[in-house]
């Protein structure tokens, strides 16, 4: 297994430029950047975080730099130090100090398998494709995931809330959109449960090749299905090319700040008296999207809770 030597040089949070700039010059493209520093609310909102760890008012900064361990010498390091007292005589740096470590290269991607063994969702068995699938009882659906880098084994409490409302509330027959269908995995449950299409959508392209894959392996055919990349918040052509009320489920697995900007979509999308089923959504934000359902003329139809989690599930009015 390859083996790095990690640098990590104590710094201040004000200096952080300019030490990166300082690493470009010596030919250091690859930093790692660890302070205090809040992201802004423009941040936040592009970045659709809800939850925001809380902050001390620490000003040091490290960065980090890993050079390959077997090409790694003293006079690189030697440069790096004289290049930090240089800066120090126009700005402060803080104490510039530079640790330094070995760390082996990991199979990140890969590691966190062990940890995703087969578990039950209501009358859904789910099962990660690398593990050989065993007798299921006959009351129970079983789905079988490979997430690749894509949100969605079932473990996360948002995904189970939305299985849940989706055994719930989806008829057989029923046809389904999927907003941000990551792995696939919701779209897989509703055609098992009996949906007779289901159209799934991401802005991920890897997402869009694992929820392929794995609603081929479910043994789901394209004629059951549609995967296709796109943002619908960006694009307004994409419902068009969907299929302007033609769901009687639309599901959005995402977060507060995308499904709530959603909701005009949605309605499009949606069949008089079609469900909206919304999760992804921490319990702070939940009377954010109830009133989006109110402000948009659809019924409020159930609040299901999961640990800090909320998913809230909505209706098309029917018009007279």
Not at 98 to 127: C, H, L
Not at 175 to 196: F, Y
Request: glycine letters at 6%; hydrophobic letters at 40%; proline letters at 3%.
């Amino acid at each position: 297994m390859k083996e790095w030597k990690k640098y990590r040089i104590k710094t201040t949070a004000e200096a952080e430029e300019a030490v990166i700039g300082c690493l470009n010059e010596l030919g250091i493209n690859e930093v790692e950047i660890e302070d205090n520093i809040p992201i802004t609310e423009e941040e936040r909102k592009a970045l659709f975080i809800d939850i925001l760890p809380e902050m001390t008012d620490d000003k040091t900064a490290y960065i980090s730099f890993y050079i390959d361990a077997e090409k790694a010498d003293d006079t690189l390091l030697q440069k790096v130090e004289a290049e930090l007292e240089r800066l120090r005589e126009f700005t402060d740096i803080g104490s510039g100090e530079i640790e330094s470590d070995i760390t082996r290269e990991e199979d990140w991607v890969n590691n966190w398998k062990a940890y995703f063994k087969p578990f039950q969702v209501g009358n859904v068995m789910i099962r990660p494709a690398w593990i050989e699938q065993e007798e299921t009882k006959e009351d129970l659906i079983p789905v079988c995931i490979d997430p690749g880098t894509s949100f969605g084994t079932g473990m996360h409490e948002t995904t189970q809330l939305a299985i849940r409302q989706i055994t719930k509330y989806m008829k057989k027959g029923d046809w389904v959109l999927d907003i941000g269908c990551g792995s696939g995995i919701l779209s897989i449950i509703a055609l098992k449960e009996g949906a007779s299409f289901a159209s799934l959508i991401d802005i991920d392209p890897l997402a869009v090749d694992a929820a392929k894959s794995n609603l081929e392996m479910n043994g789901l055919t394209e004629k059951q299905f549609s995967v296709t990349p796109g943002n619908m918040l960006e694009d307004d052509n994409v419902a068009d090319t969907l299929g302007l009320a033609c769901f009687d489920v639309v599901v959005a697995n995402i977060l507060a700040d995308v499904v709530i900007p959603l909701f005009p979509q949605a309605l499009k999308l949606l069949k008089p008296g079609g469900v909206y089923i919304m999760s992804g959504i921490y319990m702070d934000k939940a009377d954010e999207v109830e009133a989006a359902v109110f402000r948009n003329q659809m019924e409020l139809v159930d609040l299901l809770y999961q640990g800090d989690w909320v998913s809230v599930v909505a209706r098309k009015r029917y018009t007279h």
